[in-house]
């Protein structure tokens, strides 16, 4: 499966740093996330869109396929029915 870091390449640093500012004030002492976030933004590295985040990537839809794989195998482990794409009822 993916650790932290994949997650947040996969998802995008910007919508995590956006988030990590709504919650900051909220569940720390600090005021803002720490700087790797901004850090690899101002240099274009906003994660797998952008072939490089905390980790680089030579196959941006390879990663994906990654993700998606590994959470089908996980709904298969878990029993959960898998939900067709393009349903917009999940």
């Not at 004030?25 to 901004?38: M, T, V």
């Not at 990663?63 to 029915?81: D, Q, S, V």
Request: hydrophobic letters at 40%.
């Amino acid at each position: 499966m993916l650790g932290p870091f994949e997650t947040v390449d996969l998802a995008g640093l910007d919508l995590f740093a956006t988030i990590a500012e709504e919650l900051y004030p909220h569940l720390a002492d600090d005021d803002a996330p720490n700087e790797p976030f901004d850090e690899r933004l101002a240099v274009g590295q906003g994660g797998v869109e952008d072939r490089a985040g905390f980790y680089e990537y030579d196959d941006p839809k390879g990663a994906t396929r990654k993700r998606n794989e590994g959470l089908a195998a996980l709904r298969r482990a878990l029993g959960i029915e898998a939900v067709a794409e393009g349903d917009s009822n999940s």
